[in-house]
């Protein structure tokens, strides 16, 4: 079945630090790859998204790359601020709405 | 316009009893999701719905769990007798279509007692 391994938290770093959130997945076919975000005290919400490979979702500075041949959608951000401490979801959803899988989250702190 | 909201935001009950928690997605999405996300965990699907097709239920942890999905809109998950272990955030989620993006309720955090 598929599935969805990310990096294990928490991740703490100093403001304008370069962030890396590791995702890797196991899919058939060819699904839709999700960063959703969850700030303190809020529900998820979509960070960005790419939907076949080589895509390049970006949103609020943050970036990810849909690579096919290491089955990677790697979260980045080049200078991190304070107010992007929150849970970060790697997420996969196949071409059939089942089987929609959630990474584990990877909670970031930033401290200024 | 309006999100996707659920009902009740939080809810206490004791072991051994029923709780209905109910989600209201945004209108004219054919596909709803439900989620459940426990202290220190990951989000673990439960249940889908996709238009009049059957739901895929293959993410309810337990024959305790069921849910419906009344007129293509509104849905309830039904938990019966109710276990500690089922205390969680229950989230709603729903999309235009089941490759874009979800929109998530805020969630009902249960806490079995």
């Known amino acids: 079945g598929n599935s969805v391994t990310q990096m294990e938290g928490p991740v703490t770093l100093s403001e304008e630090a370069f962030l890396t959130i590791n995702c890797t997945y196991t899919a058939t076919g060819y699904p839709s790859l999700f960063w959703y975000v969850q700030y303190p005290g809020e529900g998820l919400q979509l960070l960005l998204k790419a939907t076949k490979a080589d895509d390049k979702g970006s949103n609020k500075g943050f970036e990810a790359t849909y690579r096919k041949e290491t089955t990677s959608f790697h979260l980045e951000k080049g200078s991190v601020q304070v107010s992007d401490s929150a849970v970060y979801f790697c997420?996969?959803?196949?071409?059939?709405?089942?089987?929609?899988?959630f990474g584990p989250g990877t909670r970031l702190s930033v401290l200024p | 316009g309006a999100g996707v909201s659920q009902s009740p935001s939080n809810k206490v009950t004791e072991k051994g009893k029923d709780v209905e928690l109910r989600c209201d997605p945004i209108?004219?999405?054919?596909?709803l999701y439900w989620y459940r996300q426990s202290l220190g965990q990951g989000l673990e699907f439960l249940i889908y719905?996709?238009?009049?097709?059957?739901?895929?239920k293959s993410g309810l942890p337990s024959d305790r769990f069921s849910a419906e999905r009344t007129g293509g809109s509104v849905s309830t998950l039904t938990i019966q007798r109710t276990q500690q272990e089922d205390s969680a955030v229950y989230l709603c989620?729903?999309?235009?279509?089941?490759?874009?993006?979800?929109?998530f309720g805020p969630g009902t955090r249960l806490t079995v007692t």
């Open positions: 997420a996969l959803g196949d071409n059939y709405g089942q089987n929609f899988v």
């Open positions: 209108s004219g999405h054919t596909a």
């Open positions: 719905f996709q238009g009049n097709s059957a739901p895929d």
């Open positions: 989620a729903s999309s235009l279509d089941v490759r874009v993006q979800q929109y």
